[in-house]
């Protein structure tokens, strides 16, 4: 059964970079995409990005500028990182497998646990 | 701009059913585009309960269940339990590889 667990620091500067690691067990990295999507306090869900094994990737549009996902098959592990974050980039973050992502369906299993972020100085 | 609004609470007692309502604008739940359900307990990762509208994935006891009207999806939880209470959301796609979430619905059990 997969597992995603996130790490990294969890508290970042503002105009600094945020980066994120995720480590896949249980199962292959390989044939499936994975995503990050982060929940700041208050507020809803939002997908920031996600890629194929192979390493194709897609973002929102909304943050494209800042946002990259690159994956490392092997050691199972796929990164985000978060340029120029502001206090508003603080929030739960959480790593994903994309089950699918189409006009007809769209659905993430499994998640990891999330990790919390906080933007200060 | 596509959104998907759900209830911010619903209650119910043990052995009760209850329903949670997901309802999109602009295409955000729509003809095409089927709802993901999710369930998420405090300090957890949210958890898939239902895709494709009403497809369980294995594991996912029967009591929930999903349905659809127009552009009014449902997650109907029957003989509400005690580890139901939680927090629940929704999913779609909604357009150029967009994807949004419903803002979360608490549910309480009395």
């Known amino acids: 059964q997969v597992q995603l667990q996130e790490s990294g620091p969890g508290l970042v500067k503002p105009s600094e970079t945020l980066s994120l690691t995720c480590t896949v067990s249980?199962?292959?990295?390989?044939?499936?995409?994975w995503g990050w999507i982060r929940q700041p306090p208050g507020k809803r869900l939002e997908l920031l990005g996600y890629?194929?094994?192979?390493?194709?990737?897609y973002y929102n549009p909304s943050l494209k500028s800042r946002v990259t996902v690159s994956v490392d098959r092997s050691r199972s592990q796929f990164s985000l990182k978060v340029t120029s974050v502001t206090p508003a980039d603080t929030a739960i973050y959480y790593c994903a497998r994309v089950g699918r992502i189409t006009v007809a369906e769209t659905w993430f299993d499994p998640w990891g646990q999330g990790i919390l972020v906080t933007v200060s100085s | 701009q596509s959104a998907l609004t759900q209830p911010a609470s619903v209650s119910g007692s043990p052995g009760q059913s209850i329903t949670i309502s997901c309802t999109g604008t602009?295409?955000?739940?729509?003809?095409?585009?089927?709802v993901s359900w999710y369930q998420q307990h405090p300090g957890r990762g949210p958890k898939l309960l239902l895709s494709?509208?009403?497809r369980r994935p294995s594991g996912i006891s029967n009591r929930f269940s999903g349905s659809r009207s127009d552009n009014t999806a449902s997650l109907t939880i029957s003989a509400l339990q005690a580890e139901d209470e939680a927090d629940y959301f929704c999913c779609s796609y909604a357009s150029d590889s967009i994807v949004v979430f419903g803002g979360g619905t608490k549910v309480t059990v009395l």
């Open positions: 602009n295409n955000g739940v729509g003809t095409y585009s089927l």
């Open positions: 249980g199962g292959s990295i390989d044939n499936s995409f």
């Open positions: 890629l194929y094994y192979t390493g194709s990737s």
């Open positions: 494709e509208d009403t």
